[in-house]
């Protein structure tokens, strides 16, 4: 009867531990689990409590959604651009209208204008300040279907790196102008005095110089240039890129001629001082040998 007794007692503590440690591993995953299962939850109730155009990814980093971070301003592109535009047209008046109208439709201006008029054409030249944003549409805006397009070139100048680099120096000499503020500050005499503000004198010139730079390249990248050349043929026009015929290059040859001998003479009228001296000074040569030869002859 004992070692039944023992024998249910044994068993019921074998059992007592086998089922202890199936609790416990069973335990284990489930708290791992829950390790593993909490940053994903933080991570989507901080998605749910940020704005709505930003998120954060599964390491906890935030992101802007559908943007690029902002780039440098300093970087942004600096651009001079500069056409020339030479155009026949068939009426110089009307055209010249039109051009003055396109200018101010596209928010630009014109900078300078001369005109001329020969026997054998009109002609006009005009500089075009335009919005960078604006050059190409009045660029292909300026000829019509009627124009005859003689010469377009594009030019174009990059000068981001320039402005850049004048923008640093530029807040460089802004911080050594304030050193020497304080050492004018800190100065005993009146010579230390008259140092320490030529330097700042100095400074302040180069200051100015770089701000009138920066200013001027930026302006200039800002509006681009658009020169414009028109003219109307009138009777008797000849392009310049026709060949003249053989009578017409004799004609042309004897009026060169005859030019090239008005100039001599005209050349030679102008100079009739230095006649005069030589006229005189040949009579009075003449004088005194004729003076010498009759002293000979006495």
């Not at 500050?185 to 730079?213: C, F, H, P, T, Y």
Request: glycine letters at 4%.
């Amino acid at each position: 009867m004992k070692t039944i007794y023992s024998f249910l007692f044994l068993t019921s503590i074998l059992l007592f531990f086998s089922c202890n440690q199936t609790y416990k591993s069973d335990s284990t995953p489930k708290s791992a689990d829950m390790s593993l299962s909490a940053p994903v939850e933080q991570n989507k109730a901080s998605d749910k409590e940020l704005p709505k155009n930003l998120a954060s990814d599964t390491s906890g980093g935030i992101f802007l959604q559908g943007s690029a971070p902002n780039s440098n301003p300093d970087w942004d592109k600096k651009i001079i651009k500069t056409a020339v535009l030479k155009l026949e047209v068939k009426n110089f008046k009307i055209y010249s209208d039109i051009v003055h109208k396109a200018a101010k439709q596209y928010g630009g201006y014109i900078a300078n204008e001369e005109q001329d008029q020969s026997a054998e054409k009109k002609e006009a030249t005009i500089s075009i300040k335009v919005p960078v944003e604006q050059f190409e549409s009045l660029l292909n805006q300026l000829p019509s279907d009627t124009d005859k397009i003689v010469e377009k070139k594009i030019t174009s100048e990059d000068v981001t790196g320039e402005v850049v680099d004048t923008k640093s120096r530029l807040e460089a000499k802004a911080q050594t102008r304030l050193k020497y503020l304080e050492f004018l500050k800190q100065a005993k005499n009146m010579e230390d005095v008259l140092k320490v503000q030529e330097e700042i004198n100095d400074i302040q010139e180069e200051i100015e110089s770089a701000s009138g730079r920066i200013n001027y390249l930026s302006h200039q990248s800002a509006f681009s240039t658009i020169n414009l050349t028109f003219y109307q043929p009138l009777p008797g026009f000849v392009p310049d890129n026709n060949t003249p015929g053989f009578l017409q290059r004799t004609v042309d040859a004897f009026k060169t001629g005859i030019n090239f001998i008005g100039e001599i003479v005209i050349g030679l009228v102008s100079v009739w001082p230095l006649w005069l001296l030589i006229f005189g000074g040949r009579i009075l040569w003449r004088k005194r040998a004729f003076a010498k030869l009759r002293i000979f002859q006495k």
